[in-house]
């Protein structure tokens, strides 16, 4: 028999050889498959809460000269303002008050020295957690934001809720068919929606809801001869303003994910799901959704202001109780210390809003890093 030949020093193993025991892959050699990367985040794998830590930090502290640039501006635009504050705290009294009676009302509600000087007063009293008193309402501006802001923020959340419930369905209904009938009349609808203003749909939802079938209270939060606020007199005067808010929201919505999931329809991964005979649910649902309603996160928090100037207008319409009666009685009036606090928490609920949105979209896609 002829002995087997033992490899020489510069042979090599073949392709199902084991490597030998203490070797290394060289340069050139790639990770096996399945393997983990060593940078990056896999999808599904734990939250960076660092990086988003300081994000969020960074954010933070950047919206504190915004937020003192805003409250700045609000007291040397509403010291230009033509409105005298002694005359809207005096009322009906004020117009046959003296001249120096008006001068001492004045001085007495700070509001003859310069703007700067009524904004240190303001900023430094806010910072010790005394947001001053609201010369129009008569009472503490802490305790007229407690009475009406979690109104507004009911209002706001449930139509924003349904905005974004509401506009997934029609816009995935539309983008599966686009051209077709259905995507012609959402897309349309949508358009004819986006054109008007919110105190008409409001005003044309009382006289129809209301007016017309009654079926539904026209404002305010009590039934008619009744002062009690009950649950079920809430829920019933919450639905038709929570609508029409949600409805002067919905278009935006709408046509953004009807283009984005579109798009992702046409994308080549869904076109491969769809190739190796997937349901067209799955495809829809389970691919051509997710990837279509990812830059819909970072939509969300630019639509803000939109939401929070929506409301303002709803809620005047229909009574709400929210913050909207005190925010024109404080632009009216020169109400310098309530007017200060109503924009400092809407500036605030902006900066939140695109930062909440930042981290939704990094959370909800790896390859989106926290370094803005």
């Known amino acids: 028999?002829?002995?087997?030949?033992?490899?020489?020093?510069?042979?090599?193993?073949?392709?199902?050889?084991?490597?030998?025991?203490?070797?290394?892959?060289?340069?050139?050699?790639?990770?096996?498959?399945?393997?983990?990367?060593?940078?990056?985040?896999r999808p599904g794998a734990g939250l960076?809460?660092?990086?988003?830590?300081?994000?969020?930090?960074?954010?933070?502290?950047?919206?504190?000269?915004?937020?003192?640039?805003v409250t700045l501006g609000i007291f040397a635009v509403a010291a230009a303002s033509p409105f005298d504050p002694a005359q809207a705290y005096a009322g009906t009294a004020g117009l046959s008050a003296s001249q120096e009676t008006l001068d001492r009302l004045r001085a007495n509600l700070g509001a003859d020295r310069p703007p700067l000087a009524q904004w240190w007063d303001w900023l430094t009293s806010a910072l010790?957690?005394?947001?001053?008193?609201?010369?129009?309402?008569?009472?503490?501006?802490?305790q007229v934001l407690a009475e009406r802001l979690g109104w507004s923020v009911l209002l706001g959340g449930v139509a924003f809720a349904v905005t974004v419930l509401a506009g997934t369905a029609l816009g995935v209904a539309a983008a599966r068919r686009r051209g077709g009938p259905l995507d012609r009349l959402v897309t349309g609808g949508s358009y004819v929606l986006q054109a008007a203003p919110p105190f008409w749909i409001g005003?044309?939802?009382?006289?129809?809801?209301?007016?017309?079938?009654?079926?539904?209270?026209?404002?305010?939060?009590?039934?008619?001869?009744?002062?009690?606020?009950?649950?079920?007199?809430?829920?019933?005067?919450?639905?038709?303003?929570?609508?029409?808010?949600?409805?002067?929201q919905l278009p935006w919505f709408v046509l953004y994910v009807r283009q984005s999931v579109g798009d992702a329809l046409d994308?080549?991964?869904?076109?491969?799901?769809r190739a190796r005979g997937l349901r067209e649910r799955t495809v829809l649902l389970g691919h051509a959704l997710r990837s279509g309603l990812l830059p819909v996160l970072t939509l969300v928090g630019s639509r803000v202001p939109e939401l929070i100037t929506g409301a303002l207008l709803v809620e005047t319409v229909f009574s709400w109780p929210g913050i909207a009666d005190a925010t024109v009685?404080?632009?009216?009036?020169?109400?310098?210390p309530l007017l200060a606090a109503l924009t400092v928490l809407a500036t605030a609920a902006v900066l939140l809003g695109n930062l909440a949105a930042d981290l939704l979209h990094g959370i909800a896609d790896p390859r989106v890093g926290f370094d803005g």
């Open 203 to 248: 005003l044309l939802a009382i006289w129809f809801f209301a007016l017309h079938l009654g079926v539904l209270p026209a404002g305010g939060l009590t039934d008619t001869g009744s002062d009690t606020v009950t649950p079920g007199s809430v829920l019933r005067h919450l639905v038709l303003p929570a609508l029409v808010l949600a409805a002067s």
């Open 329 to 336: 009685r404080a632009a009216t009036a020169v109400d310098f």
């Open 48 to 69: 960076p809460l660092g990086p988003m830590a300081r994000m969020a930090g960074r954010r933070l502290l950047a919206a504190v000269p915004v937020l003192l640039a």
């Open 128 to 142: 010790r957690g005394d947001l001053g008193h609201s010369a129009t309402l008569r009472r503490p501006v802490a």
């Open 267 to 273: 994308e080549d991964p869904v076109r491969g799901a």
């Open 1 to 41: 028999m002829t002995p087997a030949a033992h490899p020489g020093p510069d042979a090599r193993p073949g392709p199902g050889s084991p490597p030998e025991a203490g070797s290394r892959p060289g340069k050139g050699s790639r990770p096996a498959e399945g393997s983990r990367p060593a940078e990056g985040r």
